[in-house]
């Protein structure tokens, strides 16, 4: 029969600890250099009292204990170890006069028993197997709290993309309705924008455009990259305070500017679902301008919903009151 060697067992040896039982000084000596070769930690006991005090103060992934002992045998021992941990690993060193012992071994789940006078290669043997099934299922312990960790990081973004898909589907019912009530009296031409302004809106928008493509795509987004498209935007609002006629828009991109410098974190948390609606915004805010570069006062107006319920929604996020602007959306 081949037989495992010690580099093969170290596999599974290695990070593991034991606690060694044994009452003849000389067959522990032999013993536990072979142990003190594969194991991280071993603690070595002649009795079964003293072993349990041992136990009870550190947690030994495997347990090797003699029968006959002073103060408490083996069966005594291996009970009050079992009434702590049902699940220890247990190897019982036994002669061939403890027989009558091995039944109540039995009962107790002890995995493994090896006989006395002790062959150095066939406890090799039972320790590598005892050692591999504890790392496999500690593996197995592991992948199923990363499995269920990641289920619950998956029910988390399931829920907020639902959330998110009921604050569009709310906020897309609106812009129809909106868009089909424009005021019969107002005046379009006092909506117009000088060019000079306008040139200024566009070269912060290409900025703002720039910045959110960055913040999408970039993997370590930091604070400071949302409190400068934070800025932005206010620089943004600046040009519109020119212009009483935009005041309600000029309010909202200000009240997203503050949202942005004042909790970041939370933009950073919302980022995929953000920079969805923020792309949505600018290009809407894009085609706003050109419409007014092109005296297309009517189709400028027409647009302010959609940029107006696009800020909202954002700001709604940032600020996580994503419920509140639903029930708001909803009754317009």
């Known amino acids: 029969m081949q037989h495992i060697d010690i580099k093969t067992a ?6 593991l600890t034991l606690l060694y039982v044994e009452d003849d000084v000389e067959l522990q000596k032999h ?27 550190e947690a030994f992934d495997i347990v090797v204990s003699d029968i006959k002992m002073p103060h408490m045998d083996g069966v005594e021992l291996v009970k009050e170890i079992k009434e702590i941990n049902a699940n220890q690993a247990i190897i019982i060193t036994s002669a061939y006069d403890d027989s009558s012992y091995l039944l109540d071994f039995i009962n107790l789940n002890v995995n493994k028993f090896i006989n006395k006078p002790i062959n150095l290669n066939s406890l090799l043997d039972t320790v590598y197997f005892v050692s591999k099934d504890i790392v496999n299922t500690k593996m197995v312990e592991v992948y199923r709290k990363d499995l269920e960790s990641t289920n619950v990081e998956l029910k988390l973004k399931n829920d907020e993309l639902q959330s ?36 200024e809106l566009q070269e912060v928008e290409i900025d703002i455009s720039g910045a959110s493509v960055l913040i999408s795509l970039s993997q370590n987004i930091n604070i400071s990259n949302i409190q400068v498209l934070g800025e932005m935007f206010k620089s943004y609002s600046m040009v519109l305070a020119s212009y009483p006629e935009y005041e309600e828009l000029k309010i909202k991109i200000e009240t997203l500017a503050i949202s942005l410098n004042t909790a970041p974190e939370n933009f950073i948390k919302r980022v995929d679902d953000i920079s969805i609606l923020l792309e949505s915004f600018i290009y809407v805010l894009r ?5 007014l570069v092109e ?38």
């Open 164 to 199: 998110l898909v009921r604050i569009l589907d709310s906020k897309i019912a609106q812009i129809s309705k909106d868009q089909t009530i424009v005021a019969k009296d107002i005046n379009f031409d006092e909506l117009s924008i000088s060019l000079e302004h306008l040139d």
């Open 287 to 291: 085609m706003w301008r050109k419409n």
């Open 31 to 57: 013993t536990q250099e072979l142990f003190n070769s594969l194991f991280n930690l071993v603690v070595v006991s002649s009795d079964g009292k003293e072993a349990l005090e041992y136990y009870k103060k």
């Open 295 to 332: 005296n297309e006062t009517k189709k400028a107006f027409e647009l302010h919903a959609s940029m107006i319920n696009d800020i909202s929604t954002i700001i709604a996020i940032i600020d996580g009151t994503e419920n509140e602007i639903e029930g708001e959306m909803e009754f317009f």
């Open 10 to 15: 170290l596999k599974y040896t290695q990070k």
